[in-house]
């Protein structure tokens, strides 16, 4: 039984997607997001409740849900350096990097996304959600910023070493939404530089340009 992942262009679910590939995993999609409705939403809350992509479905029929957690699964699975490295000092920076994302960097985009999630009154005005925006934004950048500080330390030209890995590829996706990618280029050039390279290696170029088509970095 191949895998099944649950996702759609754009979204969260091309960090997954990428992984796979990388891994050379076989696997099917199903178009799937909580905002579209339709048989694949239908499909994916029969097993995840919360309607999030992605969601991969394993071989076994066990459902993981959450990115960092897919790429560690997927990365503790394949011990041979493809998706986390294998070294144990820096396989445990790399999973302390994949998590800091998922709690620092997404967070951030979902309060940015739904602000009105985060005022405790229902009937709150207008400038209340955007100074909630604007704070958002501001700490979203400032993590992206000591994620750089703290994890671009290697000559290698990537993350995960001589080629992208699971750090790598969630760093590049989450790093495409809410003007992350125009403010490192002018905070953190070299790290920008990076999340470039990843967008264009050679296995990962075409499955970017299908989920960003044709957008400057």
Not at 76 to 92: F, I, M
Not at 146 to 157: G, K
């Amino acid at each position: 039984m191949e895998m099944t992942l649950y996702g759609t262009r754009g979204s969260g679910s091309a960090a997954i997607e990428a992984a796979l590939v990388l891994a050379g995993q076989p696997f099917t999609q199903v178009d799937a997001a909580s905002w579209v409705p339709g048989a694949g939403l239908d499909a994916l809350a029969k097993i995840n409740p919360l309607r999030q992509i992605p969601t991969l479905v394993l071989a076994d029929g066990s459902v993981m849900t959450e990115s960092a957690a897919i790429l560690i699964h997927l990365g503790l699975s394949l011990p041979d350096g493809t998706l986390l490295p294998q070294s144990p000092s820096a396989r445990a920076q790399a999973i302390r990097g994949l998590v800091f994302i998922a709690a620092n960097c997404y967070a951030a985009i979902s309060v940015l996304d739904f602000p009105e999630r985060w005022s405790l009154d229902a009937d709150s005005p207008p400038d209340v959600e955007r100074c909630i925006k604007r704070g958002a934004r501001h700490r979203l950048h400032l993590h992206w910023e000591m994620f750089a500080d703290q994890f671009l330390v290697s000559p290698e030209p990537f993350l995960n070493g001589a080629a992208p890995g699971a750090l790598d590829l969630l760093a590049a996706v989450v790093s495409r939404w809410s003007g992350a990618r125009q403010h490192l280029k002018a905070a953190r050039p070299d790290f920008h530089a990076l999340l470039c390279r990843v967008d264009t290696h050679p296995p990962l170029a075409a499955l970017f340009e299908h989920h960003w088509p044709a957008r400057a970095a």
